[in-house]
């Protein structure tokens, strides 16, 4: 990151005698660079705005030269560097005001007239993605014990309630973060200005040069990529995982050359792509899909329609009108409408695809199909959207293609290993058999080709039609910073290697994400409740067949509906965070959630010292031949938490009235848990 990151910073002293037009003209000046038109309304808000802060600035510094011979320094004069609309690195937000001082940092959002929960959860999230982010944040918080306090400051109306002294500070790690965001009008905020002073810990300056060029990389989701993209916004919030963004660059481009050279060549291609469950192949598919290359004729297809379900709905969110007239990433009112047409069909359901594209989404995409989990194509006779499938899924689709578009048609197949939850799923052979039998060229990197179970892989690797790709395989995950351990914890568990389950638990717990296990509902939510801050999201997941926690109150099929789960804020009844409904590996695949309770039923228990699927048939449990599905489905929900998971293993019908809650299967899962390195949560906080 470098100064570049807000678009107007400078010194109190500077400030104080800058006129507020100036400064506006300074922000509209920097997003013209990068490309954004600002409407008259956002300068009437930014005038608002820095009129506001100026006010209160100037209002101490002419208190200055009144008391100069009284006071040795002026109270306010702590906060020293002024930065405005600093870029959050995420989905094109930029935070309004960070206020460097002594000692501390305040990140102050302005709103009009009122406040919501949102607004609240909003500029706490920023605080928190400081301090666990941004470099210097992190550095002057540990070694100088600076804090961070989270403002908000309305800029018309009035605060019905007093300005109340500062509260509490969250529990580690966020210790340097207040725990809830003061609040002010434009009367009151240097009451609350002073306030924050009032709790600081310690009192040394901030470099605002360190500060602005401190590296500052927050998590980011794959919905957080996605819109980012879209907007065509850096999406440098992986950029931690250096090795792993290289070779995603260069899988990316080299992607893009054979797609270049089958427009010129006319030669359809299926270029496929393999990776570690996270390692970024469907970010390598979005960055095609929304590439300026090739975004006229490219569409995102995948089979994992609730993920189309939240993008779609992100899509619609970040890039739709506001009061003032922008969107929230940038783009003009009047570019609003065609932004939000073209996001309902940049990203399309599999299924929905073959036959129904052009009719459904009113798009002319398809020569360039970004297929994401490809491997979950169906077999002739299965079916689909209520009709039978006349060919294989993956002929249909290369058929269609040549059909509608001719040659030179391109299919960038992104395949997973390990995932396969349904039952009639074709595997990635499906693909190479009809590319073979129509004459499409293949280009596959040799380690994506030596990972595949293919029959005639040896013969592949010399095949006429074979181009070979470079950089073809990630290995690398790109999820939050603990999950490869996660995947890895959950693997070990799920192939019965409990010892090895458990050393990858204890060095977890020696970085503070002990693997934690409970036997009650409640004190799992209580311990998600006392984690979660600020946008962060949490919720229930469960396996599909994990019928009897009914019990609980838990209904897996239910199945609400994916997108207000997961994007709506806390406070709304269909918000994840409310922890009243689950969602199941069918719903929660591709997606992620900030914490997690994974309620563990009996349809995958122990049976002597294996694992044994089960589904409920009629009044009770009937054994299930498809247990590497039941096995890969409880895989997906233990990955789905970025920052922490408690596991629920209900006690079961302790009256013994109940067969199919025996807690004899309870028990055993409990206890293999707990030899692969779970730890009960003695209570909400755990130990």
């Known amino acids: 990151m470098t100064a570049g990151s807000a678009w107007y910073e400078v010194e109190r002293t500077k400030f104080l005698i800058e006129e507020v037009d100036t400064v506006v003209n300074q922000l509209a000046s920097a997003a013209g660079k990068q490309g954004l038109h600002i409407e008259p309304e956002q300068h009437q808000e930014w005038s608002a705005s820095v009129g506001l802060l100026k006010e209160h600035l100037d209002e101490k510094a002419r208190m200055i030269a009144l008391l100069k011979d009284t006071l040795s320094c002026p109270e306010l004069s702590t906060y020293e560097h002024i930065i405005l609309e600093y870029d959050f690195r995420r989905r094109g937000l930029r935070v309004d005001c960070i206020l460097l001082g002594k000692g501390i940092i305040v990140v102050l959002e302005f709103k009009r007239s009122q406040f919501t929960a949102a607004d609240r959860s909003q500029v706490s999230d920023y605080c928190i993605n400081f301090v666990e982010f941004h470099a210097e944040t992190q550095r002057v918080c540990a070694s100088e014990e600076c804090i961070v306090v989270p403002l908000l400051a309305l800029t018309e109306g009035v605060l019905q309630k007093k300005v109340l002294p500062p509260g509490s500070f969250h529990s580690p790690p966020w210790a340097a973060v207040l725990r809830e965001p003061l609040l002010c009008d434009r009367d009151s905020l240097r009451t609350a200005l002073l306030g924050a002073l009032s709790i600081r810990r310690a009192q040394r300056s901030i470099s605002p040069d360190r500060w602005l060029e401190a590296r500052f990389s927050p998590s980011s989701t794959i919905i957080d990529a996605a819109i980012s993209l879209y907007g065509e916004h850096d999406v440098s919030s992986i950029n931690a995982h250096a090795a792993a963004v290289e070779l995603i660059s260069q ?141 294989d899924e993956a002929a249909l ?216 699927s089960f589904r409920i048939s009629g009044a009770d449990w009937q054994k299930d031949s498809a247990l590497e599905i039941a096995k890969n489905g409880y895989r997906v929900v233990l990955t789905r938490a970025r920052k922490g998971m408690v596991i629920f293993v209900p006690k079961g019908d302790l009256a013994e009235e109940d067969s199919t809650r025996d807690p004899g299967f309870y028990n055993s899962i409990a206890d293999y848990l707990v030899s692969c390195g779970a730890v009960y949560v003695i209570g909400p906080e755990g130990n």
């Open 251 to 391: 899988c990316t481009e080299g992607i893009a050359q054979f797609i270049l050279k089958s427009q010129k060549d006319k030669n359809s291609r299926i270029i496929f792509v393999s990776g570690a469950p996270g390692a970024g192949k469907t970010l390598v598919g979005l960055k095609l899909a929304f590439d300026r290359r090739f975004r006229e004729d490219a569409v995102f297809v995948t089979g994992n329609a609730p993920l189309v379900e939240v993008l779609e709905e992100s899509l619609r969110k970040s890039y739709r009108s506001t009061r003032s007239g922008i969107v929230t990433s940038g783009y003009a009112q009047e570019h609003a409408i065609q932004v939000i047409r073209m996001s309902t069909f940049k990203i399309v359901k599999a299924h929905a695809f073959l036959g129904k594209r052009g009719n459904e989404t009113g798009s002319a995409d398809g020569r360039i199909v970004v297929f994401d989990e490809a491997q979950r194509t169906y077999k002739k006779g299965r079916f689909v959207a209520r009709e039978r499938l006349k060919d």
């Open 397 to 612: 689709i290369l058929d269609s293609l040549t059909d509608s578009y001719g040659p030179g048609s391109v299919v960038v197949a992104l395949i997973g290993h390990n995932q396969v939850i349904n039952d009639g799923e074709m595997g990635i052979g499906a693909w190479f058999k009809a590319a073979r039998t129509r004459g499409w060229r293949v280009a596959i990197s040799d380690h994506s080709l030596s990972l595949l179970d293919l029959p005639d892989r040896t013969a592949w690797a010399q095949d006429r039609l074979r181009d070979v790709l470079p950089v073809g395989h990630l290995p690398h995950s790109m999820r939050f910073y603990r999950n490869r351990a996660i995947e890895q914890w959950a693997d070990k568990v799920l192939m019965e290697s409990p010892a090895e389950a458990k050393a990858i638990a204890e060095r977890l717990g020696q970085s503070d994400d002990t693997i934690w296990l409970t036997r009650d509902l409640s004190i799992a939510k209580a311990w998600v409740r006392a984690r979660r801050v600020g946008d962060e999201t949490a919720g229930l997941i469960a396996s599909a067949q994990a019928r009897r926690l009914a019990a609980e109150g838990l209904f897996v099929e239910l199945k609400p509906s994916i997108a207000p789960w997961i994007l709506a804020p806390s406070g709304d009844i269909r918000s994840s965070n409310m922890l009243e409904t689950v969602q199941n590996q069918y719903q929660i695949q591709g997606l992620e959630i900030d914490y997690s309770v994974v309620c563990w039923d009996a349809d995958l228990r122990r049976s002597g010292n294996k694992w044994s």
